[in-house]
């Protein structure tokens, strides 16, 4: 497995403003992913950040709001941008590993007033 | 796009006693198929994972899992469960054709009681 950090690990932020989460992996992994845990509920997939190429948004998700960069094979970030009260949200990183196996960073909690 | 059923969204069980998590999937020629710990104000762990080979998958903790390809089913089961189980669990799956990113069900609230 990876030992996988995030940064914040929690911030509240005004309305209108923009946060960017980082996350850092202590391997190499070609997959990143970004998703959304919004109060008391699922995990959705916000986007799929491969190294080298533009993310890829699912749907309901753009890069107007949620940039994300890529920069090297360990790292990644998100911004999460002209936040409102809706985006009041846990954000964690993934990284897939063997035949989709992937595992988690602790999450960015995110409150915005 | 692969869905993920977790038919009990809350299940409270007494301390020691033994838990069923269920979860289904909708059919595919190949998928992958997960499960997930969160506990409380923390990050989702790792509790197991059939990829292929063994139909019945052991875990962390002593959780287990059983893939069902006839029934669309990978199902969650301890023996007994403790104080410490209380959490969210989460079924996942995913599949390559999809570039291996993971569908998650709504979860089930594992409530464990003395």
């Known amino acids: 497995s990876a030992v996988i950090s995030q940064k914040p690990s929690r911030d509240i932020c005004q309305r209108g403003t923009s946060l960017t989460i980082q996350c850092q992996v202590d391997?190499?992994?070609?997959?990143m992913f970004w998703y959304r845990q919004q109060p008391g509920q699922s995990l959705t997939l916000i986007a799929t950040?491969?190294?080298?190429?533009?993310?890829?948004?699912e749907s309901g998700f753009v890069i107007d709001k949620f940039p994300i960069s890529r920069p090297n094979l360990t790292f990644s970030t998100l911004t999460v941008s002209n936040m409102s009260p809706e985006d009041s949200s846990i954000y964690l990183c993934?990284?897939?590993?063997?035949?989709?196996?992937?595992?988690f960073g602790p999450g960015t909690r995110l409150l915005v007033l | 796009a692969q869905s993920v059923t977790q038919l009990d969204s809350q299940v409270p069980v007494f301390e020691e006693a033994p838990v069923e998590l269920r979860c289904n999937y909708s059919?595919?020629?190949?998928?992958?198929l997960f499960w997930y710990v969160q506990y409380p104000n923390q990050g989702l762990q790792l509790l197991l994972k059939?990829?292929?080979?063994?139909?019945l998958v052991k875990g962390i903790n002593g959780f287990e899992a059983e893939f069902n390809k006839s029934q669309t089913s990978f199902h969650l089961r301890k023996p007994s469960v403790h104080i410490s189980d209380t959490a969210e669990y989460f079924c996942?799956?995913?599949?390559?054709?999809?570039?291996?990113?993971?569908?998650f069900g709504k979860g089930t609230s594992l409530l464990v009681t003395p």
């Open positions: 993934s990284v897939e590993y063997h035949q989709g196996t992937q595992y």
């Open positions: 391997s190499q992994v070609t997959m």
């Open positions: 950040a491969n190294q080298g190429s533009e993310a890829t948004y």
């Open positions: 059919s595919s020629v190949s998928v992958y």
């Open positions: 059939y990829l292929s080979g063994s139909t």
């Open positions: 996942a799956v995913s599949e390559s054709s999809s570039g291996y990113a993971l569908n």
